[in-house]
């Protein structure tokens, strides 16, 4: 797995960045559409259309959705997910407990169980998310040390692949997997968040699953979003 170094200081002039408690982030910044603003003290920014950073003085995690996107009505959200630590934070394990998902309705839902997950036979979710993916590998440049978040393994592979109820992160790790969350009345268009809880703190992750009209509209902004983005960045050089 390649692993891409980004520097925090360049990841910080990223289209829009704000400390909270109040942040102002324009993740979703469509008409009509309300943005999405984190409860916890936190920098987020997103690097795709799809793909959201966000971190704090401890924890440091990015996300893809782009195949929870294409999943509206499903009942299984897939998520990739990144997590390093950062600053002078000493290593400590991770568990599956440690992610949950805040729906719309402001329901949380946790992880699904590796158990639902096998009955479930996700393998066309997996060949969709396979088929168009983003790179999530956006890192602190210390993390450079690839590590796998293995909560989920499918049982196809015929126990190649284990699933592990932890991961030890540590400020050198760039530790990458897909998570699985089970949604009985299916995904709904609407606010979501990844919340991921640390040690001491949780950094929450703002996902909008948008409608086909939010959309079409977010897709024609986030055209003159990247210039701003590309135009800031070289003004940093």
């Known amino acids: ?40 003290p936190e920098i987020f920014t997103l ?3 799809f793909v959201r950073m966000a971190y704090n003085n401890e924890g440091f995690v990015t996300l893809g959705y782009r195949t929870a996107q294409a999943s509206v009505g499903q009942e299984w959200m897939l998520l990739e997910v990144g997590l390093t630590l950062v600053g002078k934070t000493d290593d400590q394990p991770f568990t599956r407990e440690g992610f949950s998902l805040q729906q719309p309705d402001g329901s ?29 590998n956006y890192f602190p440049a210390q993390a450079n040390r690839p590590c796998r978040i293995g909560f989920f393994a499918d049982a196809a592979t015929g126990g190649r692949t284990l699933a592990y109820d932890q991961v030890t992160l540590s400020r050198m790790s760039a530790c990458v997997g897909r998570i699985y969350f089970q949604i009985p009345d299916g995904i709904k268009t609407g606010q979501y968040y990844l919340n991921v809880k640390f040690k001491e703190s949780v950094v929450q992750v703002p996902l909008r699953i948008m409608t086909e009209e939010e959309s079409k509209e977010f897709r024609k902004q986030w055209k003159d979003i990247k210039k701003e983005h590309d135009a800031e960045y070289k003004e940093q050089q």
């Open 108 to 136: 949380t839902t946790g992880l699904a169980t590796q158990e639902a997950y096998n009955k479930a036979n996700l393998r066309a979710l997996d060949a969709r998310a396979n088929t168009v993916r983003d790179s999530i």
């Open 1 to 40: 797995m390649e692993i891409r170094n980004c520097s925090l200081a360049a990841l910080i002039v990223c289209v829009v960045l704000s400390l909270v408690p109040s942040i102002a982030a324009a993740q979703d910044t469509i008409d009509g559409v309300e943005k999405p603003k984190p409860v916890v």
């Open 47 to 49: 690097q795709g259309e």
